[in-house]
């Protein structure tokens, strides 16, 4: 029987889905000349001739560095060559090291010696053919018979056959003043300094630093040794606040993403809303709270969406459970408010410890049945959640379950018609539009001060109309969607989606289009609607590239995968931690960055180029990526949905291979 309903809704399904591609625009819109054609290579990320990037990208094993526990009793006990007191007149011996050749070498506080038959002679130049100061903190030779010299002023190299080169910030050197140095017998580098630790890897293609520093890697930053295990797997760092360890791990993206689920189902659900645990201590991690966020929906939005993939790719029922928990807590979010239509931006048990905090504050009002507090104000960004929930969860999982298919189309109704019915206007409680809660052509298009806002917002609601459409079938959302593109000029608006300098640069408005632009890419069928479409996700993919936004560089490889930077995609989903703690990370005082001339929207300093992942504080994709700082304790650890959901969306798409 169940087999047969299965049927019968497929019929139905493939029938609407014919419908959906007959449908075409009754008449052309007029689009403002402001991109030029979806052939022109300069609005491709990658040059026409590029070499194709196979795909789905393997899954293969990377390494990962993670803080572990040390203390000074599991520091090696030294076997490093000395010299008798005096042996090198009138320099005290810093470090001692002899070459493939035999050649003994000796560092001191008075410049480099190599000793010759009985006699120690001194190399004659420094900052030229020659180390980098006549201070030598440490010396080690490598495999390749190289000396590598540590100094207050850099790392110097002495290849085997004599010549010198030095390595400074401009060369990718992140902190100049050396204390230490250690090789592995990979011929990794692992340098300690007065600012961190930094391991290089010269001989290796592609990523050559791994800067180290900040309570994520060390117990304190000025490191005055550096030790390697036999099998490389484990650096023993000594600092001015003790031993630290840094385990060296190997891992794949899918072990990431289950590691991360599974620690979000332990201590990242409130209301079964993906939720940060807050810690009493950040290093015993036993005891946590959570409270409410403003974006509750976004990021609930971002979890079921994850999971709904996850179980169209694997077919396993946890996924498709974590994915229905996350859709229950949506619509509690949709109904919670008592106004059919409006959405709360975030809600809380009358027992959770927020609820008296809360009733002080005049944006949270309690349920009729006292069960419940919810906070009104919901954007624009909330909503956007929802609706990619919407989507996702229908395609994958509620299109499949009667009961399921009802319940969502009898939400997405509700949501949707509450918007266009107030003329494409959130209207709260009180009767009045919510800060952020507006799609009308009025502000879009006649207001100019929303000039930045007109083509993120055109491009929200037409794909918030595009499913309500695509869920229910009704020729009402269909005929908004078509009013604002043929009335309105939203498709005229949605080419110039990104704004760039010298318009305000807003990273938060990168997710939002993704979040839209996603749905919308998989359904629209109308050729003129479609190439506007594309060419304006296009040119945002083109702007993304530098930032190897993954969430963006996924769902525009979802239209065109040759052209989309997958690689640099998968390359952030790699460097992004598994230990999501906000832990506070310093690059301001590097060497090796360059600073923008103007600040960003915050007014913080940027850096011209985006840094690993795993050298900054990144949490969500609406972050600025070229903050050099960030401020935390270690105490709020992070829910793990901004991973989940391009990876689950790569797999989905066949852009990441199955482990």
């Not at 360059?594 to 609406?622: I, K, Q, T, Y």
Request: net charge negative.
């Amino acid at each position: 029987m169940r087999f047969a309903l299965l049927c019968v809704l497929a019929s139905c399904s493939h029938a609407f889905a014919a419908h959906l591609m007959e449908w075409r625009l009754e008449k052309r819109p007029p689009l403002a000349n402001l991109v030029g054609p979806l052939s022109n290579p300069d609005h491709r990320s990658r040059p026409p001739d590029a070499p194709k990037v196979p795909h789905p990208i393997s899954d293969v094993p990377f390494i990962e560095h993670v803080r572990a526990t040390a203390d000074e009793t599991d520091w090696p006990r030294s076997n490093a060559e000395t010299l008798p007191e005096g042996a090198i007149e009138g320099a005290a011996v810093t470090a001692m090291a002899t070459d493939k050749s035999g050649r003994q070498w000796a560092g001191t506080e008075n410049g480099l010696y190599t000793k010759d038959g009985e006699n120690w002679t001194r190399h004659a130049t420094y900052g030229f053919d020659g180390p980098l100061s006549n201070v030598i903190a440490d010396i080690a030779v490598d495999s390749r018979n190289t000396l590598w010299v540590a100094t207050p002023a850099g790392l110097s190299a002495r290849t085997a056959d004599g010549a010198w080169r030095t390595i400074r910030g401009r060369n990718g050197l992140p902190w100049e003043e050396l204390t230490a140095i250690t090789i592995s017998k990979y011929d990794e580098i692992w340098l300690g300094s007065t600012r961190g630790s930094i391991l290089y890897t010269p001989y290796v293609e592609g990523r050559q630093w791994y800067y180290r520093a900040g309570e994520r890697y060390l117990p304190g930053d000025r490191v005055e040794d550096v030790a390697v295990s036999q099998d490389g797997k484990s650096v023993l760092v000594k600092t001015d606040k003790g031993v630290g360890r840094i385990s060296v791990v190997e891992r794949t993206l899918y072990v990431k993403a289950e590691a991360i689920q599974q620690r979000f189902e332990e201590r990242h659900r409130r209301l079964g809303m993906p939720s940060p645990a807050r810690y009493d201590n950040a290093y015993s991690m036993q005891k946590w709270t959570h409270g409410p966020q403003p974006s509750d929906g976004l990021w609930t939005g971002y979890h079921v969406a994850a999971m709904s993939m996850a179980y169209a790719v694997t077919g396993e029922d946890r996924y498709r459970a974590a994915a229905k928990t996350g859709m229950d807590a949506l619509y509690l979010l949709q109904i919670v408010t008592g106004i059919k239509g409006l959405v709360a931006r975030s809600v809380i048990g009358v027992d959770e410890p927020y609820a008296k905090q809360a009733a002080t504050q005049a944006e949270w009002h309690k349920t009729a049945d006292g069960k419940y507090m919810w906070r009104d104000d919901v954007s624009s960004d909330q909503i956007d959640g929802h609706y990619l929930a919407f989507y996702t969860y229908y395609e994958h999982i509620a299109r499949h379950d009667p009961a399921e298919r009802e319940q969502l189309e009898r939400q997405i109704r509700q949501v949707t018609d509450y918007i266009v019915d107030h003329n494409y206007q959130i209207i709260d409680w009180d009767g009045e539009r919510t800060l952020w809660g507006w799609y009308d052509p009025e502000r879009l298009n006649n207001q100019p001060r929303h000039y930045l806002e007109s083509g993120l917002y055109a491009l929200m609601i037409l794909s918030h109309l595009k499913v309500a459409y695509y869920v229910t079938g009704d020729d009402k959302y269909l005929e908004h969607f078509r009013s604002l593109i043929e009335d309105h000029g939203y498709l005229s608006n949605l080419l110039l989606e990104k704004k760039l300098f010298p318009d305000e640069l807003n990273h938060s408005d990168d997710q939002l289009s993704a979040v839209a632009y996603y749905p919308f890419l998989q359904l629209e069928q109308d050729p003129i609607i479609q190439e506007t479409l594309h060419r304006a996700c296009r040119r945002h993919a083109r702007i993304e590239a530098p930032e190897r936004n993954t969430l963006f560089a996924f769902t525009y490889a979802t239209i065109d995968r040759d052209d989309a930077d997958i690689l640099g995609g998968v390359q952030t989903l790699r460097e992004m931690p598994l230990d999501r703690r906000d832990w506070s990370m310093k690059n301001s005082h590097r060497a090796d960055v360059v600073f923008r001339s103007d600040p960003n929207r915050g007014g913080d300093a940027v850096l011209m180029d985006v840094l690993p992942a795993d050298e900054r504080h990144f949490e969500r994709w609406n972050q600025d990526p070229y903050e050099a700082d960030s401020n935390g304790t270690g105490n709020n650890e992070g829910s793990g949905e901004h991973y989940l959901l391009p990876y689950w969306m790569g797999r989905y798409h066949g852009l990441i291979a199955a482990p």
